[in-house]
């Protein structure tokens, strides 16, 4: 089988757009007890799908079947200054979701990397992108894309962690990537201490009950008072532990992906904007946004609740 060069994949990855590339192997996940600790305790709330799937989530090598490596990218998402929150906002929109869609964006990238590497020797090319039962953060730290930081985030040393990791399984036979072997957290906590509702049991533990992300997007019902009064105004996931995170303040640089710019729909000055439109209209606007996920609805509640919490920004 002919093999492309590492450099060659690297050049492609980077011509597509992606900034960083790597080469992860598929043997099973390092961190599975932690996985399993983690459903046990119940910090996975009401997402019973990261339950059905743990067995495949340990065991990546079966996400695609005939798969003998993985070229693992990161996509920049980080915000330009201009299109953060700013004073004024009724409510907030996590950076990663302010423009379209990164399922759709980020895909049909991989996509492209997928058809050179089978137009370059691969039988076998499978993009995913979030979607997958497979430990995306530990594949990337395999690739040697970043250590994992104690927010549970990948953390590339130049890239910082606005990014959104995306991988194609092969049957190519490529050299794996050397894995960075330290993590540069050191004694920093800033994003422990931050989260607004405090929602880390410990480094590298999150109880995603109690994350404004979780609370936003997958959560069905009311969030519980004590979580909704810490919400912060955001209504659509949540950025404090990255927007803290000194490796995102020193070293990351705002996305060029068009694609990811804010769009002015929501005007997030409006507390009332989606009060004011049916379901037909929603759709219309949103349908190709991370907005879907929660429908006309989530967001109607998560607008209520996050114009009626005090901003913890704001508190001096
Ligand atoms: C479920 C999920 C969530 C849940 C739970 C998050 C979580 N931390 O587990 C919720 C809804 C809360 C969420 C929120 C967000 N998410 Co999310 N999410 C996922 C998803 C689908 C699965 C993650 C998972 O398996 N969680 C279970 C935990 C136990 O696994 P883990 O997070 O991978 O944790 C590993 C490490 O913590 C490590 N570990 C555990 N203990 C120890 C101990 C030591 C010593 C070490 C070294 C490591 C270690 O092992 C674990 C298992 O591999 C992934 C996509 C995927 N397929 O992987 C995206 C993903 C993790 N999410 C992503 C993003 C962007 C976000 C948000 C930033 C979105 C936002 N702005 O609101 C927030 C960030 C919140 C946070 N601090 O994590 C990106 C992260 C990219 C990156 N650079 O890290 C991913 C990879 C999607 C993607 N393809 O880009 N998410
Ligand atoms: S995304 Fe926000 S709420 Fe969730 S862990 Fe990070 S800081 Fe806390
Ligand atoms: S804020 Fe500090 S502790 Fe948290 S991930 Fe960044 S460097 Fe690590």
């Known amino acids: ?12 990855a980077t011509r597509i757009g992606f900034v960083a590339c790597g080469v992860a192997t598929l043997e ?14 119940g910090l996975a709330g009401t997402m019973r799908y990261l339950h059905r799937q743990a067995k495949k989530r340990k065991s990546p090598a079966g996400a695609t079947k005939g798969a003998r490596t993985a070229v693992v990218v990161l996509e920049n998402y980080a915000a330009p200054a201009d299109e953060r929150p700013a004073p004024g906002d009724a409510f907030k929109i996590a950076a990663y979701a302010r423009g379209t869609d990164y399922h759709m964006v980020t895909l049909a990238r991989l996509l492209v990397l997928a058809e ?8 076998l090319a499978h993009a995913w ?24 985030m990948l953390i590339h040393p130049q890239h910082g962690s606005s990014t959104f990791i995306g991988s194609v399984f092969t049957d190519l036979d490529l050299a794996p990537s050397q894995p960075l072997g330290t993590d540069h957290c050191g004694s920093c906590t800033r994003c422990l201490d931050a989260c607004p509702t405090q929602a880390f049991v410990e480094p590298l533990v999150l109880d ?13 019902g009311n969030p519980p008072p004590e979580l909704a009064a810490r919400s912060d105004g955001w209504a659509f996931g949540c950025d404090v532990c990255n927007d803290v995170c000194p490796w995102n303040i020193k070293f990351a640089t705002p996305t060029t992906i068009e694609d990811f710019a804010t769009r002015r729909d929501p ?8 009060e004011q439109m049916n379901e037909t209209e929603f759709n219309r606007r949103f349908a190709d946004t991370g907005l879907a996920r929660p429908g006309l609805e989530g967001m109607r509640r998560n607008v209520r609740v996050a114009v009626a919490s005090p901003r913890l920004d704001q508190v001096p």
Request: glycine residues 8%; contains cysteine; aromatic residues 8%.
């Open 1 to 12: 089988m002919r093999v492309p060069s590492i450099a060659a994949i690297h050049a492609e």
């Open 28 to 41: 099973p996940s390092r961190r599975g007890e932690a996985l399993d600790r983690w459903l046990a305790h």
């Open 116 to 123: 050179w590497l089978k137009a370059n020797g691969a039988g």
């Open 129 to 152: 992108v979030d979607h997958a039962p497979i430990p995306e953060r530990e594949l990337a730290e395999r690739a040697g894309l970043g250590w994992i930081g104690k927010n549970t």
């Open 208 to 220: 995603a009950t109690k994350c404004l992300s979780y609370l936003t997007i997958e959560y069905r």
């Open 267 to 274: 005007d997030r000055r409006d507390a009332r904007v989606f």
